[in-house]
Structure formats: structure tokens, C-alpha cells
């Protein structure tokens, strides 16, 4: 991983004086005032702002490398500030105003209303205006063609430095913003009286049909090998009278509920399960990572069911309220309760039915994926005591917002289950993408009689190299070794993992001798991999303590125990210990693990340390005098002990970074150059088979010369300190077009107490882009970091391909269709057939792909309707070869020797 960038400190200093310059006492919460003579948007040190903003207001786009203008219109009456962000090329458009500090105990709503010429996910963010540049409070407001409403509401707490409130724009579009409106919310609405007697929050109750999104059992339990959980039909004695939910484990294990609406944040709430079986369990309350209170319970087969009750004060700046459930043995589940008050009542559902969704059996239907060939069907359970002519009401959504309704089907009166399938193919001709499946239970009147349940479906085709091993394929990830998300990783077009984080304990020296000679190895979890038919490359990493240089001091967080994070990756202090260990590890994995890379991020001291040192009265890790140098002989040490094992081994070295020399980075770090530059004066590209580095990037991507290829030449060259590029395959190791809290939900919006703000299409374009750009740039090997970053409803500064819930999340769809058309192919060339249109050419003696990807404002392209031409959506759904191309990428395929789509391209006609 490396470190969010933030803008420069030149540039961040001068954007927050200029805005701090009339501050003489707290500021009040900001307005929008539209009816005040406007000022100029920008300070005079950014020429390529330009417009009027309301009072109070400035551009802060100077750290960018964007133009904008700011222009006040009107439309039917309703007055804006229209925002035209062009020629991105770094960073965001942001605009920016003072944020009070001094609003301890106060919860802010904000409405933002806007519209956009494209659809766009906006930033909202409370932050500091200077260094350390710490975020308060983020969000992202969605952002279509016509002006909505979205409402936030946040605490910050005290701010002990000076805050602005910002809005990004994240890439080139108009936005029109109507209004920003903030209030205080003294306390939360009175609850009613059904809320306050016996109203139960909980969406889900009852789980016939086993967990309901968003509830996920933990990363880091593998289903199947370390535990169960189903719906038992044969058992529906528990207080709800539906199957109870049946959960056996060895160990003990732990899932999530789902995200609870508290709405009086003042009360004490109280939450109840019903438990029944041998074994232990612990009803606990969460706020995101933090826990509120938990409440124990040795449960004995002799007392039948007993009631778990637990008191907790939820938090008030908390928006991720959840029950955790741990148990060890076999036990059953059911009613499950959380109301505002401070007693326990009797079990009783918060409506009259709740309906519950899953997938039908299915080859990735643990991972929430369907594949083409699959009906697009979910199952459905309705519960409670149903009225006579009670029906189920259900649409699908699609990830552009589009909706359809589905067929109602009629629901037999009683309180017994009522079960059946739920056809959600609503869309032909779209069948491929992310689906929100919504349902609910209404009377012969259409009066509600559930809550809206949801689930979502993602529908891919079947890739390539489903069910075997492909050592050649370019697409990688970071997993856990789940049988779950190994499957997901694999349905979405990935076919490597890299064991770093989300594996170490499989490969690093610290984790597998933490005493010498005392080995502790994680087979089975390498062979989940395996039996995934994912390619692995092990990490040749870290230290235990008695072997590394952190073991001969006294300093540091963890001086009297085992190493923490950062000290395990203190460099071995002796080279023949870490030889020894590399043999014991590729000896041990021969024939199982094809590649190892050696270290992780050894340009960054706090992954290469050395030593402490004292500044300010704080211990500090220092790296060694020369550590391209020391990392060079331990990648040599590596290269030469794993060859000696197996001369087949590909050994990936150097580890270098997209870090750029032109712009600042944080202290202890160097830029991919400096760091690549040193590894070269010292001889390493005769010391490893490939070169690694590692690239986040939030920049625009799919043109020439994009972020991909700045990152590459950054790392490998030919740059000024690199001359001439390095001549070894190049992988990216570790990055992600989704860093800095960018996916979060996808498509959920019934499961969460708050708005979703995600721009599920521009993500999977972002991931698409992403890969397509380094592809285009020659690297060999892409691994997307992570899949591992899971925490319920959090940002999730790291994440990749998932939900903070661990499902797929629809950015992993982009790849998916991107890995199942060039599979096989090597890309040849990039294009222009039309002013901002770019095609990348990939080819193989037998088939060809054009992968169109077009900017946002960009010229016709007209293409003829060739029979042997199959035209796709970034989805993988066929569509006509001439449809006009919009501003999502495109595919276009063709059978045959290269060349063909090149001519294709070069002849359409010109508009």
C-alpha cells in the first residue's frame, strides 16, 4: 500500500490562507447564497480557474491540473452555479469554504441538489485546511441529468484545526449545483409510540432463507472448512415460528448483522436473539470497528431456547450500527430484535411479513454471481400472518438507475412460508451487469405489508479460464483464502493472488518461524487457492524477531513482545537465516507456487527498517545508509536460494513505486525513479526474472500517454533518472483505481440507514481503465489490492472489487468483461479512429479486439453493421455493431488474422 496524495503544500497553504484570510471567529455553517452578488471563483495564484462563486466560496482546484469555470445560469426558475470542468488531467475540480470547528455535540444535515451533463459521484468532505489534511467527515452525492435532492447528515466532533467543507469533481463533466444547504439537527425525531414499545429496527428478523444483505460472515472464516450456516427447515420451534438459522463451527466464529437504522441516537437501545443448542455465543454492538457492549452466553441443549438481551448506547456521530453474532459449537438462531427503549420485550417482527431473497444453487452463487448461461431467478420466503389476496411486489434496477417492475405473484393467506422463484430477466438484451433485485409483501390494496428486502445480482460471462489454471493470464488480486471470495475473484476474471496481507501468513518468515526452527505452516490455505485454480505468487517478506535488525533493539511499539505490522518488515539482520527460509518455503511449496516476489515496498522506510531514532521525544524507524543497495543482495540472496531449489521458479524483484519525482512525497519515501535508479547502480536486473512496482491511481485513464504510462515510465523508465527502460517483464504488483474510500456499497440502498452516492458506472470504468492503461503500457501482470478491505459500512481506505460487506461490488464487473475478451490476445496498438475516441488493438493469430474507450465529450464514430463484427457493452451484452457510441467503453471482437479491426476502424466514415 502506499499513501493517499494529497495535494502539494505549497499549493494546499495557499488555497487555505486565501480562504482563512477574513476568518476573525468561529465561522458559521456555511451557505449557498445565490441571491448575493457573486465573487470571483478563484485566488489569483490559478490562472485556470475562472467564474463567479457565491460569497464565501472559492475554487480549490490549484493542487490539479484541471481547468474550471464557474458560471451562474438559470433554468425554469431555479438559479445555480454551473461548474465546467475540462482538460483533467491530475486530481479533481474542488471547490471549497470554511467548515465550523466548534460543534462538539452537533449533527449537521446537509442537502446537496444538483444535475449533471453525465452521471457523476461528487466528494463531500469536512477536512482540515492544512497539513495533516485529516478528513472529518466524506461522502459522495450521485449526480444525474436532472436536479434531485440528496441529504447527509454527520458529527465531526471538535475540530482542533481550521476545516473547510469541500466538493470534488472527479472528472471532466458540467455540474450544476442548485443548492448546499446545512442545518443543525438539535436531537433526533421523538420515536413514535410503536417505535418506543415494541418496534424492531431490524429489516430481517427471520432468516428462512439464511443471511440477508448486508450481513456477511467475517473475512477471515472460510465456509464449508471452518463453518456452516443455513436455514433449517426442520427446525421452527424458535419464537418466530420460520426456520431458524443453523450455525456450527469448531472454533469460534463470528458474522454481521445488518446495518441498523437508529433513529434516536439519545436513547439507549436494546437488542435480543433467541438461542438454542451446545456451545457458546456473544451478542455484541458495533459502531463500524468499534464495540459498544456484549453480553455472553453459555448455551446447554437442555434449556431449549433462551433469549440474549443486550443494552447499548449507540453513537452519536455512528452511521454503521450493527449486532455482531460469535458463537463456537452448533447451535440455532432466531428473533432477533433491536428497539429504542431500555427493556426486553417479546419476539415480535417490526411489520406484519418480511420477505427474504437468495440465489438459487449456482457454480459462483456463494458469491453473489450468476453466469450468462444461468436464469436470471432469484428464491423468495415470505413470512408472517399474510391477509387474504396478500401478493409480493417486486423490480429489478440496473445499474444505470433504469427500473422495471416485475410480475406480482400471489401469496397464500396464514402464517405458513410461503417460498418460490423470482424471474428478474426484465431487460433483453441486457441480461450482463449489476442487478438490484427489490421485493416486498403489500395487501389486496397495495398497502405495505414488509419492508422492502433487496438483494444484488451480478451476471457476467462465463470467463475463460473458469475451472483451470492460466499462469499466462495477466489479471491478479488480493484474496483471503475463503472458499467464497477465491470463487468471486475467479468468476470476475482474476486468475493470480498475491500473498501479501490478505496471505501472509502462508509465505512470510515472520508469520511461519516465529522462533527458529519452530515452523507453522498454512497449507490448507494454499491449497484453497489451488483448489480455486488460482496461480499464487508468495511473498519472500518480513522477519521474526530473532532474525531481523528489530530484534536487536529495545524500541518500538512491540520492543517487549512479537513484532508489530511495521516491525516485521525490520531487514533481516543476517542473510544466510533469510536463505534458509527461502529454501524451507519454495522446497516445501514446489510445484504449487510458480512465483515469488521478494519484499513489499522497500522504497518506503517504514517497509525497510533498520533502526529507531529519536525526534521530539518519538521513536521513529530509520532505514540503512544504502537500502537499494541492502535490498538488491537479499533479492539476489532470494533469486539464488529459490533457483537452487527449482531452477523453474520466476523470482519478481525490484518493488519499485508510480511515486512521481515531479511531485512531493511524504517524508520516508522515495519516488519510483530515485528507488529504481539505485536497484539498477547496484546490479539487480541480473538478480531477478521480472520487476515489480506498485500504482494507485485516482487520474483519467484509456488515452495516450494517460496515468498508466506516466506510471510506468515513472517506475522503469525511460525517464531522466532511468534512461533506458528496464529490460525485464514488468508486473504492478499491488494498486487499485479505487483507493481513498472510493467504493463502499454498490448497489445497496434498502440495507442502509443513509444515502448511496456510488456511480456504480463510472467505477467499473474506472477498473477497466485502469488495467487497460497498464496493459497498453507493456506491464505483464496486474494485481488489484484489495479484496481483503471489508468492514460494515466503512469507506475502506484499500479497497478493490468488493463492498465494505465483502460482496462483489459492481467495479469488478469492468474487469471481468475486459479479462474475458483479451484473454489470450497481446495488445499491439492504440488508435484515434475519431476525435476523443481511443481504441487499444489486441490480437492473436485468430482473434481480435478493439477496445474503444471514448472521453467525455469526444466525436461521432460511426461503424458499420458487419456480420463477423460482435459488438459488447462494458457489461459483456451484445448490442448492434453501428449502435452509437456513448461515453462508457466499448468492445468490438472479430474472428480471423490481425489486422481486420485496424482496417475496420480507419475506414468509418468521418462525420
Not at 471563483?41 to 472559492?58: D, E, F, K, Q, V
Not at 472460510?222 to 421452527?236: G, K, V
Request: charged share 20%; with cysteine; hydrophobic share 40%.
Amino acid at each position: 500500500m502506499i499513501p493517499f496524495r494529497f495535494p502539494s503544500p505549497a499549493a494546499a497553504a495557499a488555497a487555505a490562507l486565501c480562504l482563512l484570510a477574513p476568518l476573525a471567529r468561529a465561522a458559521p455553517l456555511p451557505a449557498w447564497d445565490l441571491t448575493a452578488k457573486p465573487v470571483p471563483a478563484a485566488p489569483s495564484h490559478n490562472p485556470n480557474a475562472t467564474g463567479l462563486l457565491p460569497p464565501g466560496w472559492r475554487d480549490d482546484s490549484a493542487w490539479a491540473d484541471v481547468k474550471v469555470t464557474y458560471t451562474p445560469g438559470t433554468f425554469e426558475g431555479t438559479r445555480f452555479i454551473s461548474v465546467h470542468v475540462r482538460d483533467l488531467k491530475r486530481g479533481a475540480a474542488q471547490l471549497a469554504t470554511l467548515f465550523p470547528t466548534d460543534l462538539p455535540q452537533e449533527t449537521i444535515r446537509l442537502v446537496v441538489t444538483a444535475r449533471a451533463s453525465r452521471p457523476i459521484s461528487l466528494s463531500v468532505q469536512v477536512r482540515d485546511a492544512g497539513q495533516p489534511y485529516r478528513s472529518w467527515w466524506s461522502d459522495q452525492a450521485r449526480v444525474g441529468s436532472a436536479f434531485a435532492p440528496q441529504t447527509f447528515e454527520f458529527q465531526t466532533g471538535k475540530i482542533p484545526r481550521p476545516a473547510l467543507f469541500l466538493i470534488g469533481i472527479p472528472a471532466p463533466a458540467t455540474v450544476d449545483i442548485a443548492e448546499i444547504r446545512f442545518e443543525t439537527v438539535a436531537s433526533a425525531p421523538a420515536p413514535s409510540q410503536t417505535e418506543t414499545e415494541n418496534g424492531n429496527l431490524l429489516r430481517h428478523s427471520r432468516f428462512p432463507l439464511g443471511l440477508q444483505p448486508p450481513m456477511h460472515a467475517a473475512r477471515d472464516f472460510c465456509d464449508r472448512d471452518q463453518f456452516s450456516i443455513e436455514p433449517d427447515p426442520a427446525e421452527t420451534s424458535g419464537p418466530s415460528g420460520a426456520p431458524a438459522l443453523r450455525i456450527r463451527s469448531a472454533a469460534e466464529f463470528f458474522w454481521n448483522g445488518e446495518l441498523i437504522p437508529i433513529r434516536a441516537r439519545d436513547r439507549i437501545h436494546t437488542a435480543s436473539v433467541w438461542v438454542k443448542g451446545d456451545g457458546v455465543f456473544r451478542l455484541s454492538a458495533y459502531e463500524t470497528d468499534r464495540q459498544i457492549n456484549e453480553k455472553y452466553l453459555r448455551v446447554r441443549p437442555e434449556a431449549g431456547w433462551q433469549r440474549v438481551d443486550l443494552r447499548f448506547q449507540p453513537m452519536r456521530a455512528g452511521q454503521n450500527h450493527f449486532l455482531r453474532y460469535t458463537s463456537n459449537g452448533s447451535l440455532w438462531i432466531d428473533g432477533a430484535m433491536v428497539r429504542a427503549g431500555e427493556e426486553a420485550i417479546p419476539y415480535a417482527s417490526g411489520t406484519e411479513a418480511e420477505v427474504a431473497l437468495a440465489l438459487p444453487e449456482g457454480e459462483a452463487a456463494i458469491a453473489g454471481i450468476q453466469f450468462e448461461p444461468e436464469p436470471a431467478r432469484l428464491r423468495y420466503a415470505v413470512t408472517g400472518n399474510l391477509p387474504k389476496h396478500a401478493r409480493l411486489e417486486a423490480r429489478v434496477v440496473l445499474a444505470t438507475g433504469e427500473a422495471a417492475d416485475l410480475p406480482t405473484i400471489p401469496l397464500a393467506e396464514g402464517t405458513g412460508l410461503k417460498e418460490g422463484l423470482l424471474e428478474f430477466a426484465a431487460f433483453p438484451g441486457r441480461e450482463l451487469g449489476a442487478f438490484r433485485i427489490e421485493a416486498r409483501a403489500v395487501a389486496a390494496d397495495a398497502t405495505p405489508l414488509s419492508r422492502w428486502s433487496e438483494r444484488v445480482v451480478h451476471r457476467v460471462l462465463t470467463p475463460r479460464h473458469w475451472g483451470t489454471f492460466a499462469p499466462d493470464s495477466p489479471f491478479g488480486t488480493h484474496v483471503r483464502p475463503t472458499r467464497r471470495h477465491i470463487l468471486m475473484a475467479k468468476a470476475t476474471g482474476n486468475n493470480w493472488v498475491r500473498l501479501h496481507n490478505d496471505g501472509n501468513h502462508i509465505t512470510a518468515w515472520a508469520l511461519l518461524e516465529p522462533s527458529k526452527g519452530d515452523w507453522r505452516w498454512a497449507d490448507r490455505d494454499l491449497d484453497r487457492y489451488r483448489d480455486g485454480r488460482m496461480e499464487v505468487l508468495g511473498m519472500l517478506e518480513t522477519a521474526p524477531k530473532w532474525a531481523s535488525l528489530w530484534g536487536d533493539t529495545e524500541k518500538g511499539p512491540s520492543a517487549t513482545g512479537g513484532p508489530g505490522y511495521f516491525e516485521m518488515y525490520f531487514q533481516p539482520k543476517s542473510v544466510s537465516d533469510y536463505v534458509a527460509y527461502v529454501k524451507a518455503v519454495t522446497t516445501r511449496y514446489r510445484g504449487r507456487i510458480r512465483a515469488y516476489e521478494v519484499w513489499n515496498e522497500p522504497w518506503q522506510v517504514k517497509w525497510f527498517g533498520a533502526a529507531y531514532t529519536e525526534e521530539e521525544g518519538r521513536q521513529k524507524i530509520i532505514t540503512s545508509a544504502q537500502p537499494q543497495k541492502d535490498y538488491t543482495a537479499l533479492m539476489k540472496a532470494a533469486r539464488d536460494a529459490a533457483k537452487a531449489v527449482d531452477p523453474e521458479l520466476l523470482i519478481v524483484g525490484f518493488n519499485s513505486t508510480s511515486n512521481p519525482t515531479s511531485r512531493p512525497v511524504p517524508e520516508g519515501v522515495m519516488s519510483g525513479s530515485e528507488w529504481t535508479a539505485g536497484v539498477l547502480a547496484s546490479g539487480g536486473q541480473r538478480h531477478a526474472d521480472a520487476a515489480s512496482f506498485h500504482h494507485y491511481s485516482a487520474e483519467p485513464n484509456g488515452f495516450p500517454d494517460d496515468d498508466g504510462a506516466r506510471a510506468t515510465r515513472e517506475a522503469f523508465g525511460p525517464n531522466p533518472r532511468i534512461p533506458l527502460r528496464v529490460k525485464l517483464p514488468i508486473w504492478m504488483s499491488e494498486g487499485s483505481s479505487t483507493v481513498g474510500g472510493r467504493i463502499r456499497h454498490g448497489l445497496y440502498k434498502h440495507s442502509l440507514p443513509y444515502t448511496n452516492g456510488e456511480d456504480p458506472i463510472a467505477l467499473a470504468e474506472s477498473v477497466l481503465r485502469y488495467d487497460l492503461a497498464l496493459l497498453a503500457a507493456g506491464v505483464s501482470k496486474i494485481f488489484l489490492y484489495s479484496m481483503g478491505d471489508q468492514a460494515p459500512g466503512s469507506p475502506g481506505s484499500f479497497r478493490a472489487q468488493v463492498c465494505s460487506d465483502g460482496s462483489v461490488h459492481p467495479s469488478a464487473l469492468g474487469r471481468a468483461t475486459l479479462a474475458w475478451h483479451i484473454e489470450g490476445l497481446r495488445f499491439t496498438r492504440a488508435l484515434e479512429p475519431a476525435g476523443g475516441v481511443h481504441a487499444f488493438l489486441f490480437e492473436s493469430a485468430t482473434r481480435s479486439v478493439a477496445v474503444l474507450c471514448p472521453r467525455p465529450e469526444h466525436a461521432l464514430l460511426p461503424l458499420p453493421a458487419l456480420p463477423e463484427v460482435v459488438a459488447r457493452d462494458l457489461f459483456g451484452n451484445v448490442i448492434p455493431a453501428d449502435t452509437p457510441l456513448g461515453d462508457t467503453t466499448r468492445f468490438l471482437s472479430v474472428e480471423g488474422p490481425p489486422g481486420r479491426l485496424d482496417r475496420l476502424l480507419h475506414q468509418s466514415p468521418k462525420p
